[in-house]
């Protein structure tokens, strides 16, 4: 039977080499505020406010193209917010009238919040008080760069108030890619070719911008745990800022580059962006039917195949809104029950952010050429440049992230250093190869003679 320790409350003076496999008895989790939860709320009810404001407003300029496509981007991304909350917490299978209620009028975050806030000011009030409910939980962490396993109990409470979380986490996701990203793409599309910026349009781009910069940053954090979903995660202010600035440069520099890109070809840029998203959507299909293997059917206990088909389309339409924008984190895997390959997938982040840099730079050269300057009153080569540099930044950003500030990089079988190494011994090997074949040619026909 595996001894219990107790944990103190810095990990890094425990004798870890003395424990072998042991189970360190961790302290009990402390509840915190929920800044994130009164935050992705904050987002949503602003996105939304400023949204149906510029619907007003189109509406009465009679702008009416303008005012359907706002509309039906604040919709689309606001009803699978709703649906991804209920889906989370299992609603349907609950007599909560009130919840389904607010969730159809949209405003499921608004009461799900309340929720939280009480749930915490519960534990507030009986902070000290043993609860009557615990279940124990398991982790490895890395100590002095070994393998711990930890247990501490975790009270129905405290699991109750992470759901929460985690559902907001998914939640800002969802709104960020399948509803700022849109929206923020076509305000700045209008922006463009109206030359001018009202308060309203700003203030719906800014929120757009901090929503997909939000759910940038959330996709790496939730990308880490689910691969490593057997750990114990730490996450420091460095490694939260290094992703945020890569996360921010990335986003802010295809989204423009996509808006003068469309701007300058107008319809003629449709096909190129409706195939380049079919590509992105129908890949992890495409490898799924060669791949022989069956549709999962133990992603819930409930579901039957249509659910879980309906599940699956839904998480590939997301995986194809955020590799539409930005690098997802990770490859979708749809025969697997976690839907995620849990490899750490260097060729994959390379082939993405290898295509995608062509793309921008094909994309910035037809504005370049093709841009008619009443668009803007700048230097277009100036602008391309600046765009095409922003995003080599925010690929440095990445590569400084995974080499040095990843919270596991220690349990990498290879990092990125490795992976250009190996990428540029092959390439010198082939050359090389490629060298000695004429000479030896040479030698042949001079032992011929």
């Not at 509406?59 to 193209?65: A, G, I, L, V, Y």
């Not at 009202?198 to 911008?209: E, I």
């Not at 599940?311 to 990770?330: E, K, P, R």
């Amino acid at each position: 039977m595996d001894r219990v320790y107790e944990i103190p409350e810095e990990p890094n003076v425990v004798p870890v080499s003395s424990l072998g496999e042991d189970v360190i008895r961790g302290p009990n989790p402390r509840f915190t505020f929920p800044f994130s939860i009164l935050f992705s709320t904050f987002l949503y009810c602003g996105e939304a406010a400023s949204a149906l404001y510029m619907v007003r407003i189109y509406r009465k300029n009679n702008e009416t193209f303008w005012m359907t496509y706002t509309f039906s981007f604040f919709m689309f991304s606001s009803i699978m917010v709703q649906l991804t909350l209920i889906f989370v917490h299992r609603d349907l299978a609950k007599d909560r009238p009130l919840s389904l209620f607010m969730h159809l009028i949209l405003l499921g975050p608004v009461i799900r919040c309340l929720e939280a806030m009480i749930k915490y000011l519960t534990l507030w009030k009986k902070e000290g008080q043993e609860e009557p409910y615990v279940s124990l939980t398991r982790k490895k962490m890395l100590i002095d760069g070994q393998e711990v396993l930890i247990e501490w109990e975790v009270g129905h409470s405290i699991r109750t108030l992470a759901m929460h979380r985690n559902a907001y986490k998914r939640m800002s996701q969802i709104q960020a890619f399948l509803g700022s990203v849109p929206q923020l793409t076509y305000q700045l599309y209008v922006t463009l070719i109206s030359a001018e910026v009202p308060l309203g349009r700003a203030v719906l781009m800014v929120f757009s911008l901090i929503s997909v910069t939000y759910g940038a940053t959330l996709c790496n954090m939730l990308a880490i745990q689910i691969k490593y979903d057997d750990y114990k995660i730490r996450l420091g202010p460095l490694e939260v800022l290094c992703i945020t600035i890569w996360r921010t440069l990335e986003i802010t520099s295809r989204l423009m580059i996509l808006v003068l890109f469309s701007a300058t070809l107008k319809l003629k840029a449709v096909p190129f962006l409706v195939l380049n998203f079919l590509i992105i959507l129908f890949e992890p299909w495409v490898k799924f039917w060669r791949s022989g293997a069956q549709m999962p059917n133990n992603i819930e206990k409930n579901f039957s195949r249509v659910g879980t088909l309906v599940v699956l389309i839904s998480v590939t339409i997301l995986y194809a809104g955020i590799n539409f924008s930005c690098w997802s984190a990770m490859q979708l895997k749809l025969a697997d029950r976690d839907l995620v390959d849990k490899g750490q997938n260097w060729g994959h982040m390379g082939l993405h952010y290898s295509v995608r840099l062509v793309e921008n730079v094909v994309m910035v050269l037809v504005f370049k050429f093709l841009g008619v300057k009443v668009l803007l009153n700048y230097c277009h080569s100036l602008i391309a440049v600046q765009l095409i540099i922003a995003y080599l930044i925010s690929i440095g950003f990445m590569l400084l992230f995974f080499q040095y500030l990843h919270p596991l990089r220690s349990l990498f079988t290879h990092n990125v250093v490795d992976y250009l190494h190996c990428v540029c011994c092959r390439r010198h090997h082939r050359e090389r190869a490629e060298n000695e074949e004429p000479s030896l040619e040479a030698e042949t026909r001079q032992s011929i003679v």
